[in-house]
């Protein structure tokens, strides 16, 4: 598999993926000069954005989410404590470690450097072997506490996103769609009369009945920025920004349907022989009067008119 072609959004809650992949560095001087002594020493090994003024460090930045940036300081316009300090501020990319490359030798520009939010300060003309060393350093402590992360997004059970982490996307995507101007989908999910199935077949049977769901949802062909989770026991949720009423309903329908073709055994069920779903969708456009959880509470409405139309249905 080539891991440049796994999107940063599908490491961030895979560890595996998360230690193995292919860093990414973005060097953002004004001088061109500058940024190939850099990309000579990182292109090997490392996939190297490069980015010639402040403006474009941070546009560059939140398109392509880099490992690390190695950033100048003196640039015309915006200087690099200004973009550290943006970048610092915004909580997608207040993570990335940002090292200051600079001709300033100064106790004092060291200083104010660390204070926005650097994590080092090395001199031009930079020695590639000292640049290559700490830049290595402080990979590898973004790429550990990257997979430490992603182990705390993950539901132990199922290995879908866990609520923790579709929270935090919930918030994320509300707020993107929000300045788009366009909808976001909810979609949620709850296994019918799975307190029969569980009385009936036992407790083991009824965690092997859940992977079996989850491993349906995340089959389901996802576009790049949706989001299947284990929202807790046997409820789960699907976020899906950039999606109208139509595109969540047809996705709801292709679900059900799915966990219908496993056709695992129920005899319990008061509403079909196998295992079956309830789906609730959701959708708005967010705005300042109404808040992400209000997505959930429709979503919830939804699902429980499903369950009243007598279950294995969806409602939105
Ligand atoms: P309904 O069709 O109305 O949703 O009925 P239900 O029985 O599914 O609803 P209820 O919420 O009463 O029951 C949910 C059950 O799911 C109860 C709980 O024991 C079970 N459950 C929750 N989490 C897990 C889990 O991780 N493993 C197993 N085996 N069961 C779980
Ligand atoms: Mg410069
Ligand atoms: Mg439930
Ligand atoms: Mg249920």
Redesign the pocket.
Known sequence: MDMSEISTYKSEWNPELVLTARPRLLVVDDQAVNIQALYQVFAKDSEVFMATSGKQAIEVCRQKMPDLILLDVLMPDMDGIEVCQILKDDAETQNIPIIFVTSQDSPEEETRGLEVGAVDFITKPVNPAVVRARVKTHLTLKMQSDALRALASIDG?THLPNRRLFDERLEAEWRACRRAGVSIALIMI?????????DHY?????????KQVANSLMENNWRGRDLAARY????FVCLMPETDLAGAMSKAESLRAKVEALAIPHELS??ADFVTI?VGVATTVPNDEKMAEVLLGIADEQLYKA?QAG?NGIAG
């Open positions: 059970l709850d296994v019918d009369h799975f307190k029969k199935y569980n036992g407790h083991l049977e009824g965690d092997n009945c859940l807790g026991g046997e409820e008061a509403n309830s369950k279950r």
